[in-house]
């Protein structure tokens, strides 16, 4: 079964082709990310003209790719919710008007579950139940998987998502947007004891995170060095908040595998690319018999390919669309749960 996969939820217009939810045909990426870092963010209103001027190519592109034509195709999957709602329209109008001309049926997916979904393309071997941590630039959330379209969400962040605050650190030490990345990079070259950062506490809840006062401690460290006219080693500062990001998202994430006794964890999103993320995860998994699923880095970040594999689960699930689907910015996961 040939799904095609529709992505516009923030700043990349994305299509692709994936068959039985797990090979992937083609996966068309066009990123918008020369033009909003120019601002040093995603401008919304950019965003959604650019996805209006190319949504049209990069669609034609993923079939020509998959040798497909929309004959071979069996459903069309879109990220309906959430993301920025004049990028997501953009998506679902196009994809409407393919699923009315083409009676194709049409599958509404959600964000996340489609970076949670990644995991199937990288280890098809996985399946439900198991745990997921999804980092990306506007979430982190502890999400226990019960099947391949039932979640059921256990820790969220308070305040900045982990890549927002990837991206926040990165600003103050005067590297491009979106700065995750970069931080990565200059973090191999520091030492990561250097400075002592907080590591957030949050009363009554093990299992949720806050990372807006981590934020603010490398702010005011890096500005209390340039008001004392001293040099502060960025690699040293990058290594060190990398470290303590990964340290505080393995902390969390195990102490909900121990409490649901779980062996398997996945984790999902832009920042599960980081190395220093995967390097923490492999060696606390390693030390406590869980088998840890990791996507590969080309699926880490927003594309295509995660929403046509998670599409294929939603078909088979008897999810459907009608021609008054929206966009939602806002929705949980278990929301789209307790729907079924
Ligand atoms: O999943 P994603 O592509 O988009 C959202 O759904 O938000 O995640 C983007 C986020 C950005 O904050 C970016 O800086 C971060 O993922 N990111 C990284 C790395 N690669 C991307 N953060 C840390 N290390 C990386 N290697
Ligand atoms: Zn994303």
Same mark, same amino acid.
């Given at each position: 079964m040939k799904i095609l996969g529709i992505e516009s939820s923030c700043d990349e217009t994305a299509a692709s082709v994936v068959e039985d939810g797990k090979t992937v045909l083609s996966n068309i990426v066009s990123s918008q990310i020369d033009e909003h870092r120019l601002y040093g963010g995603v401008v919304p209103e950019i965003a959604s003209r650019r996805h209006a001027e190319n949504i049209g190519w990069v669609v034609r592109e993923a079939l020509l790719q998959a040798n497909c034509t929309l004959a071979d195709i069996d459903g069309i999957a879109v990220t309906y919710a959430p993301g920025l709602i004049g990028a997501l329209l953009v998506g679902i109008s196009f994809a409407k008007g393919l699923a009315m001309s083409s009676g194709i049926p049409l599958i509404p997916v959600h964000h996340i579950a489609g970076h949670i979904a990644a995991n199937y393309i990288t280890h098809p071997e996985l399946e439900p139940p198991y745990l997921c941590l999804v980092i990306s630039g506007g979430h982190s959330h502890i999400i226990? &998987?019960?099947?391949?379209t039932k979640y059921h969400v256990i820790g969220r962040t308070r305040d900045d998502a982990a890549g927002e605050c990837f991206d926040k650190a990165a600003r103050t030490l005067g590297?491009?947007?979106?700065?995750g990345k970069f931080i990565d990079a200059a973090a191999k070259l520091g030492?990561?004891?250097?400075y002592k950062l907080p590591k957030p506490k949050i009363p009554n809840s093990e299992f949720d995170f806050s990372f807006s006062g981590l934020k603010t401690a490398v702010i005011n460290t890096v500005h209390n060095a340039e008001q004392k006219g001293e040099q502060l080693r960025r690699e040293d500062m990058a290594a060190s908040f990398q470290k303590t990001v990964a340290d505080t998202l393995v902390e969390r994430t195990m102490a909900a595998a121990k409490m649901l006794s779980s062996k398997k964890l996945a984790i999902a999103g832009g &920042?599960?690319?980081?190395s220093g993320v995967r390097g923490a995860f492999e060696k606390a998994c390693a030390d406590r018999g869980v088998k840890l699923y990791m996507p590969e880095l080309k699926y880490c970040?927003?594309?295509a390919a995660m929403i046509a594999c998670q599409g294929y689960y939603d078909f088979l699930a008897g999810k459907r669309a009608d021609e008054s689907l929206n966009g939602i910015a806002t929705l949980s996961l278990d929301k789209i749960s307790e729907e079924q």
């Open positions: 226990e &998987v019960r099947d391949y590297y491009e947007y979106p700065g030492d990561p004891n250097a &920042v599960s690319a980081n970040g927003d594309n």
